[in-house]
């Protein structure tokens, strides 16, 4: 969400041109439950430079130097890594929790239902506080094609418009996958309003570290005319396959309308047309996004670390009228 109030601002293209499909659609937002206090948030946000570290195709596995087989009900591992970004605390120490399965996907260690983020999301020189609290997460295996929501919440966005100090949405997110792509026109028709050009996918994506070292890295599929994911991500042969075992998932969030009263399809002054691009660290848990909307200025960035105790507190969910 963002303040309409906003004018676009122009900024430099990091991409060469590449032909573009569909453009974007859209939707709006409104009044909202209490804010749970954040806490640690003001804490976690530093001076930008460089977030991830790390090679985005480096696997968990040889991440945390351990192998990925089934940990035993209830079990769980200690690991150290090297990743100095902001969201790793002084001890650099995390547990890792199996991949759990569900009824037609899975769960992660921190995607998983009612956990909490909390952070910030930045426009120019403002900041506004963001909370995002999971519902469903049902992340599909591999070759499923199923078009139902990847993960389900809520955003609550602090400050945003004078009018109404906070302002919650119920948002689905949806990851990339064998069968959704990063790019717009490797995406089903049923995700329409998830689409925009490939150039603006390309635009966003490329702001992420993790995803710029993924390119990079040299395709499997032995053709020569592809040398590296790139080529195959610009070309549309290339296939995210096997994406839960990498460190970073990336995701699209769009906001689908207000809570506690989804009837509200507005609020002045306010503004849910558009979609996150969105990159989480399965290490960490951080997750790092960019909202994007034709009319809206380009790159506000979405900044947000998991709540320590990783699971909400108290009631997540909210009654529609």
């Known amino acids: 969400m963002i303040n309409e109030s906003v004018k676009a601002s122009k900024k430099e293209a990091i991409v060469s041109p590449v032909a573009s499909p569909a453009g974007p659609q859209a939707a709006s937002r409104s009044a909202s439950p209490p804010l749970v206090p954040l806490g640690r948030a003001a804490e976690l946000r530093r001076e930008e430079d460089t977030l991830y570290t790390c090679a985005s195709s480096d696997s968990l596995a040889h991440l945390q130097g351990s192998s990925m087989e089934p940990c035993a009900a209830g079990a769980s591992r200690k ?4 990743d100095d970004s902001q969201y790793f605390g002084s001890s650099g120490v995390y547990t890792r929790h ?11 260690a921190y995607l998983r239902p009612r956990t909490c983020f909390t952070g910030f ?16 997460v049902e992340l599909p295996y591999e070759g499923a094609t199923s078009t139902s929501p990847h993960m389900t919440g809520f955003l609550t966005i602090r ?7 906070e302002i919650t949405t119920f948002f689905e997110g949806y990851a990339v996958t064998d069968t959704v792509g990063f790019l717009s026109s490797a995406m089903p028709t049923e995700l329409a309003s998830l689409k925009a050009y490939d150039q603006i996918d390309l635009e966003h994506w490329l702001n992420f ?3 710029k070292e993924l390119c990079m890295q040299p395709t499997t599929t032995g053709d020569e005319s592809s040398s590296n994911i790139m080529h195959s991500v610009l070309d549309g042969s290339y296939s995210h396959a096997d994406y839960l075992s990498n460190r970073f998932i990336y995701m699209r969030w769009k906001e689908k309308f207000l809570v506690p009263d989804a009837e509200i399809d507005s609020v002045e002054g306010a503004s849910y047309d558009g979609y996150y691009y969105i990159v989480h660290d399965q290490i960490t848990g951080g997750v790092l996004g960019f909202y994007y909307h034709k009319d809206a200025e380009k790159f506000q960035q979405l900044e947000l670390a998991p709540v320590s105790n990783s699971c909400c507190t108290g009631d997540c969910s909210f009654e529609f009228n």
């Open 79 to 82: 690991y150290i890594d090297e």
């Open 98 to 108: 199996c991949v759990r399965p569900t009824r037609v996907g899975c769960d992660t």
């Open 121 to 136: 999301q930045v426009s120019g020189y403002k900041r506004y506080q963001v909370m995002v609290t999971l519902q469903t």
């Open 209 to 211: 570290p993790s995803f």
């Open 159 to 165: 400050g945003l418009t004078n009018q109404h100090p």
